[in-house]
């Protein structure tokens, strides 16, 4: 069964930095392109960043561009997202998402449960 | 970027009617590279249909997909009371990939 866990979410100074984690299980993670996807509360979905399998292609939504990093450790089976120069509107519930395909600008077949991140002073 | 226009907003129904949520392009989407997502409040969103046309395995047949180029459709044929939620469509035909705004469908 495929399982997405982030974690690291939680209250952060505008300006300031957080790392989030998702923590991958039951399918070859190594394989397996990854996305962020994030919603702000009471909005829609908007989507963040995707990495390719071996980590060597990302994508990033423009208003991400230069702030967020996405990268992957396949040893740990684990997928990341450094967030910096976070402002007020970043704010949301983060969830990690799995594309069935294994390519990254796919259909995302699989969600975690999302992690809060509040940008707050 | 791809700029997703859903429609309606909100769509009142009584469980048993049809329901059809429309989802519109800014440009054609290449190779009719739609998906679209069902959310429950609190719940993480479940992808329904890609392709614009494929059901996604275990998804009723009461829903289905249609369209291509820039104007695409999701119908219920009969709602039944788990179907009540926000559907949102998705591109995936071109980075980066977009997301409509949603349509509500709620309980009339």
């Known amino acids: 069964e495929v399982q997405l866990l982030e974690s690291g979410g939680g209250l952060v100074q505008p300006g300031g930095s957080l790392r989030l984690s998702c923590a991958a299980s039951g399918f070859t993670f190594s394989t397996s392109a990854m996305s962020w996807v994030r919603q702000a509360p009471g909005k829609g979905l908007e989507w963040v960043s995707a990495?390719?399998?071996?980590?060597?292609?990302?994508y990033y939504a423009d208003s991400m561009k230069g702030r967020f990093t996405i990268s992957r450790d396949n040893s740990k089976n684990t997928l990341y997202l450094q967030m910096s120069s976070l402002r007020a509107d970043d704010t949301a519930v983060y969830y990690c998402?799995?594309?069935?395909?294994?390519?990254?600008?796919?259909?995302?077949?699989?969600w975690g449960q999302g992690t809060l991140v509040t940008v707050s002073s | 970027e791809i700029v997703l226009t859903q429609s309606p907003g909100t769509l009142s129904l009584s469980p048993g009617e049809r329901a059809t949520l429309s989802c519109r392009a800014s440009?054609?989407?290449?190779?009719?590279?739609l998906a679209w997502y069902q959310q429950k409040p609190g719940q993480a969103p479940r992808l329904l249909i890609y392709g614009a046309s494929s059901r996604v395995t275990g998804i009723p047949d009461r829903f289905s997909g249609s369209g291509s180029g820039t104007d695409f459709t999701l119908t219920i044929s009969r709602l039944e009371p788990e179907d009540f939620a926000v559907y949102y469509c998705?591109?995936?035909?071109?980075?980066?990939?977009?997301f409509g705004p949603g349509t509500k469908v709620d309980i009339k």
């Open positions: 998402a799995l594309p069935g395909s294994g390519y990254p600008i796919k259909p995302l077949d699989y």
């Open positions: 998705q591109q995936y035909g071109k980075s980066p990939l977009t």
């Open positions: 990495i390719s399998a071996t980590g060597g292609s990302t």
């Open positions: 440009q054609s989407v290449s190779s009719n590279d």
